[in-house]
């Protein structure tokens, strides 16, 4: 069954059998070698804008500082000490190097910016902060971002441009759109 459907396959799109190429760790059946695939944005810690706000962690309107600890419970798990105020969030933690031996403090602010959301015309309006990617690397990236990013082995939190980060369903087989392609045509249950 799955020859037959991948021989359909072939004929109906003109693309070769998809196979994976193990020197490159990526999917590929155009004959095309590729480089190794991206990070994955899921396999990063997140630090999210709203769930700050959420957590009434991030005010709009108090001008006081808040400190604390934020944990992400992985394993190991992570704690990173934090000041924020509306303007940005100061964060403070150790990264170890590659290897897991070489430890090194890392302590910067990330500016915030609140941006106006809804509809004024209907009376309703929010404020969203966003943070100000801090990247060093790219001449300052100052992208806004409600998500900054931290890939294991990475020393800040940063944009998914700036850690060259991908969702993994980016990153899924050409044989995923073929199964999808069959599924809609009835040949897959």
């Known amino acids: 069954k799955g020859k037959k459907e991948m021989d359909l396959y072939k004929e109906l799109l003109g693309v070769k059998k998809p196979t994976l190429n193990p020197?490159?760790?990526?999917?590929?059946?155009?004959?095309?070698?590729?480089?190794f695939p991206k990070r994955q944005v899921e396999d990063c810690l997140v630090l999210s804008s709203m769930e700050l706000v959420r957590q009434e962690l991030l005010f709009r309107l108090k001008d006081e500082m808040l400190q604390g600890t934020l944990t992400w419970k992985t394993y190991p798990p992570v704690e990173i000490r934090f000041e924020s105020c509306p303007r940005y969030i100061r964060l403070q933690y150790s990264v170890t190097d590659k290897k897991g031996?070489?430890?090194t403090n890392v302590d910067y602010t990330l500016p915030i910016e609140w941006q106006q959301k809804g509809r004024p015309e209907e009376s309703y309006v929010y404020f969203s902060p966003v943070f100000l990617c801090p990247s060093e690397e790219d001449d300052n990236c100052g992208k806004k971002a409600s998500k900054l990013y931290l890939p294991t082995g990475g020393g800040k939190f940063l944009c998914r441009d700036c850690h060259n980060l991908a969702y993994r369903s980016e990153q899924d087989s050409p044989g995923r759109e073929a199964r999808k392609f069959f599924k809609v045509v009835g040949l897959l249950k």
């Not at 020197?23 to 480089?35: A, E, L, M, N």
């Open 23 to 35: 020197g490159s760790g990526g999917w590929y059946g155009d004959g095309v070698t590729r480089p």
């Open 101 to 103: 031996q070489k430890a």
